[in-house]
């Protein structure tokens, strides 16, 4: 198994841009949206034909903080 991306070296909160929500460095493209688009089916590939300036480095750092913020989700 492959080590989880550090996805802080792509990920960024900057309350300036898009409400303070987490976007990849350098562009205004969320966390959110990318998880979206990985959650309606597509693929990797077909997100990075539509946004070019992505890399598949970046939609891994998204998965790697939605599974970070799962991790320390706590339960009533």
């Not at 493209?29 to 300036?53: C, K, M, N, R």
Request: some cysteine.
């Amino acid at each position: 198994m492959a080590p989880q991306v550090d996805y802080t070296a792509f990920i960024e909160i900057d309350t300036e841009v898009r409400f303070g929500r987490p976007v990849i460095k350098g562009t205004r493209i969320t966390v959110y949206d990318i998880l979206g688009w990985l959650a309606t089916g597509q693929s990797h590939e077909e997100i990075l034909e539509d946004f070019p300036q992505l890399t598949k480095e970046q939609i891994l750092a998204c998965l790697a903080y939605a599974a970070n913020k799962e991790r320390k989700l706590k339960v009533g």
